[in-house]
C-alpha cells in the first residue's frame, strides 16, 4: 500500500525567507502528484499538479518538483509571506484512481 | 458549476439520527472522491466514483455509512444511525478523469 510522508510536520519561519517542504512516497507507479494547501477550518484549494512524466511545475512563488523513481517532491516557497501560513498537503494518485495523502506540513510565516 | 459545492456547510444531530450529505461536482468531472478529516487529523479517504460506479468502497468505515451517485454527477453520502465519533468535517472533491482535483469547502458534522 502507498504511504506519503511529510516533513517537517510544521514549519515556522521569518517573513520573506526560500522556504521547502517535502513529501515522500514508498510506490513509484504514480499518476501525479498534487500539492494543496488547507486554511483552518477550510477545504482543500490545489496549488500544483504534476504528472509522472514531469519534472516540475512551477506557479508564482511556488515550484513543485518531482523525482518519481525516488519517490520524492518538493515545494519550494520563495519569498515568503504571512499568508502562506496553512497547511501544506501532497497527493500522490495511483492506478486504481486511489488517491494518497501526506498528513501535511503546518507552515507559519513570521510578520 | 464553478466548483466543487457541498451542503450542509455545517449540521448538528443527535446520536441515533441518520444524516445525508451532498456533493455536487464540478460540471464534467468523472471522478469524485469523498474523505473525511476528524480535528486536527489527516484526510481519511472513504470511497472514490468513477461516473456512477464506485470501484473503491473499501474507506467506509461501517455499514452504518453509504454513499451513491446519480447521472454521473450529484452525490450523497449517508450515514445512519449517527455515532458521536462521525463527528468530522466530510469533504468532497471531483477530477476529469486522472486530472486535477478540486475539493468543496466541505460540510462540518456534529453529533450529540
Known amino acids: 500500500k502507498q504511504e506519503v510522508t511529510q516533513i517537517p510536520a510544521a514549519l515556522s519561519v521569518p517573513e520573506g525567507e526560500n522556504l521547502v517542504l517535502n513529501c515522500s512516497f514508498t510506490?513509484?507507479?504514480?499518476?501525479?502528484l498534487q500539492w494543496f494547501r488547507q486554511d483552518p477550518g477550510k477545504g482543500l484549494t490545489s496549488l500544483l499538479l504534476?504528472?509522472?512524466?514531469?519534472r516540475e511545475q512551477t506557479s508564482g512563488r511556488l515550484n513543485a518538483s518531482l523525482d518519481k523513481s525516488s519517490g520524492r517532491s518538493t515545494l519550494y516557497i520563495a519569498a515568503s509571506q504571512p499568508g502562506d501560513s496553512a497547511t501544506y498537503l501532497c497527493?500522490?494518485?495511483?492506478?486504481?484512481?486511489?488517491?494518497?495523502f501526506g498528513t501535511g506540513t503546518r507552515l507559519t510565516v513570521i510578520p | 458549476g464553478a466548483g466543487v459545492s457541498q451542503s450542509p456547510s455545517n449540521k448538528v444531530t443527535e446520536k441515533g439520527k441518520d444524516v445525508e450529505l451532498r456533493c455536487d461536482p464540478i460540471s464534467g468531472h468523472t471522478a469524485l472522491y469523498w474523505y473525511r478529516q476528524s480535528l486536527g487529523q489527516g484526510l481519511e479517504f472513504l470511497i472514490y466514483f468513477q461516473g456512477n460506479s464506485a470501484p473503491d468502497k473499501s474507506g467506509l468505515p461501517s455499514d452504518r455509512f453509504s454513499a451513491e451517485r446519480t447521472g454521473g454527477s450529484v452525490s450523497t453520502l449517508t450515514i445512519q444511525r449517527t455515532q458521536q465519533e462521525d463527528s468530522a468535517v466530510y469533504l468532497c472533491?471531483?477530477?476529469?478523469?486522472?486530472?486535477?482535483?478540486?475539493f468543496g469547502e466541505g460540510s462540518r458534522l456534529t453529533v450529540l
Open positions: 472533491a471531483s477530477s476529469f478523469l486522472v486530472g486535477e482535483l478540486f
Open positions: 497527493a500522490v494518485l495511483t492506478g486504481a484512481n486511489n488517491l494518497f
Open positions: 510506490d513509484s507507479a504514480i499518476y501525479n
Open positions: 504534476i504528472q509522472s512524466s514531469q
